[in-house]
């Protein structure tokens, strides 16, 4: 006779594949205990051990202490009855699959409910070939669906694990081209004596005007990147021009003023270096349109630009030079106002004056953002 609690049973060896594989436990539901014994006696005669309940709270109490793979419930029961048990079972235990018996009349029932996820419905009386049948479609549907997910959920895990790994590796490549960039420009700042570590430095400040005027993180990368190699275009100045003490001929200043287009034209097949190449190729033009190489004006003269040449003059007015020492901070803020509207972007300069002589201090103070540090 069927037991009052869960067993575990075995599908005969002739069930379908899936069925075959795993042990399932299953569960009889109805308020009729004639009806309940019949169905538990079909089960048994095909190999199986089925628990019962006689109504659908004595069903969830047995289902909140053991794990049943598939519940067979009549539909019409006293009190909470099997549409209740089934949207209880597809909240509380989605993985188990259900099967509902309906009596004369009641398609309509049967048919809500695999609306509401039944896998199946049996009519009464039960038929022993409809039954196993259903019961073992049932299974083998319950068995893919969880085999699916379980795919799923691998897939899923190895696509999370690749992006870390792709994600570390644009890190440390990210990480390489800083400081390939950072040895590049230190060399350039070598060769020009006076300028020490001239470019960190403009990286720093443009960056802190940057955040004041309210740049993306992926803006202020290409602003970093373009105030940081500003000056590439510098290897392709003569010495004699580049290093020459006393002031250069209109001549030697045509050759000067091209190191921003050879800049650019350096970093123009350097894919993420294309928004850097644009900084590069106009951060010695001004707001008036006095500077070079196109004399542009105004806002024609990108962003990024407008910023690096206030961060720029703020360094040559603070910074020493083998012929000055260099000025205060309170003597370079007056300077960039006073030029506020001709060499430079007004906004800009508003944003550069609302940082604080502590913020400027703190910015001289720091490593080079492009060092790792230990």
Known sequence: ??????????????????????????????????????????????????????????????????????????????????????????????????????????????????????????????????LTESVLTALNHRFENLEAANYQKSLEGDVASKTRELEQAYAQINETYKLTLEALVTALDARECETGHHSQRVVKYSLAIGQKLGLSTEELEQLARGALLHDIGKIGVPDSILLKPGPLTDDEWVEMKKHPEIGARILSDIEFLQDASEIVMTHQEQWNGDGYPAGLTGEDIPLGSRIFAVADALDAIVSDRPYRKGRSLSYAREEIERYAGRQFDPQVVQAFLSLTDEEWISLREEESIYRTKD
């Open 1 to 130: 006779m069927p037991t009052s609690s869960a067993a575990l049973i075995t599908p005969r060896m002739d069930s379908t594949a899936h069925a075959q594989i795993y042990q399932a436990r299953l569960l009889v539901v109805d308020d009729d205990e004639a009806v309940r014994r019949i169905v538990a006696e079909l089960l048994q005669e095909e190999g199986y051990e089925p628990a019962i309940a006689a109504s659908a709270e004595e069903a969830l109490e047995l289902l909140s202490k053991n794990q049943f793979e598939l519940v067979i419930s009549d539909i019409k029961m006293p009190g909470a009855d099997g549409l209740a048990l089934l949207r209880n079972l597809r909240e509380s235990h989605p993985e188990t699959a259900v099967i509902m018996m309906t009596g004369f009349g009641q398609i309509e029932s049967a048919v809500e409910a695999l609306k509401l996820g039944a896998s199946d419905y049996l009519t009464k009386p039960v038929r022993l070939a409809a």
